[in-house]
């Protein structure tokens, strides 16, 4: 475990905290007016590789292999020429730091770290974070690399959970959840919607089927998982024979036989590792998906009928009320989805540019003609959607 301290007076500046890996939702911006929860588990932080929030700087002033230095391989509107490597904590595990209050920035509801760290250290001023709980955005504070120093607590350093004490736990992700709003005269209300993390999971994903499609139909098993995936694959590649097949594997399942192409497999919460396969499928390419949702997806919670009361005889099991579900079709978070396709080095085949061309219908602005305005740039208001809800 670590707690870090401010670079400027060796303030102690948070809880003790174990590293896990950062979530895939971390940058989702969703909905309108939503307010989204905590971005991470009290008593854990992670690394966010890349920088975050300004200064930004367009595509056209990059110089030749700078964007590709940093991991990127396709046009984007512009990149974030901040410090990269900030650590990610959740609100609560903060310590001995003030706001900043001119450091608001355009927050609508909250604040927004549009002008960057607005957290000072308490004891000698040094600005080392961000907070951020703005509404549509994921509630956290960034610690700035630059500005904090991570320094090991003594005692027990647990390892790492294995898979199977992972998939024991059973912790799963259901894939839908009300989102609460400022949308109600009375005050906050709800909505029964799809769930954001599942959204930001599947367009994290996606990038990475289109990769192991090779500009082939793909095939992903009935049933939810087809719900989540089927329809932008299908819309985004070409149809007819033959098809690549791609199935869920990972710790605990069947091993898959030898004619799959591609595997749906977990991420470990705390390494981030991926779930690797053994022969004879370890040739087939693994494309991510956050545990907690692997796991509903291998084993959908099913809707049970209770017990019924009142007039009803008390062994008669009810079917009513209906479960609640969301009132629109699943569709992958198209800017996770971007995000993600631009860091895979395969987004520079021929192949893959010509069908994201042919196909803008899931992809928000232009591809190679003019430059791509993915999550990199500033938080801009969405277009409507049937999730989306007035403030």
Sequence with gaps: MFVFVCAGCGAELTTPLSQVSLPVHARQKYGNGAQLPVLMESGTFAVDPAPWGGPWRMWAELHPGE????????????????TSGASVIAPGDIRGTRLIPE????????????DGPNMACEACGLPVATRVDDCSLWQAVRLSSDAVRRVPVEGIHAAPLSWAELTEKGEKTPPFEPIATWGGRLGSNHYWSWSPQWEAAAGHALAHLLVASQGQPVEVPGGLTADVFQRALDALLPAGPPKRRAVLAGPGQPSPDAGVDILLVPVHPQTGQTWIPGSPTASAYPVPLPLGVWMWLVSPQPYLPVTASGRIPQDVLRDDPL???PNYLFRADRETFQHTLVRLPAVRTPWLRTAIEQRQTLIPHKWSTSAVKSRETKPATPSPSPRDKPK
């Design 67 to 82: 964007a590709e230095a940093r991991g990127i391989y396709a046009p984007v509107y512009s990149l974030s020429d901040s």
């Design 103 to 114: 450091k608001r920035g355009g927050a609508c509801c909250g604040l927004d770290g549009a």
């Design 323 to 325: 479960p609640l579900l």
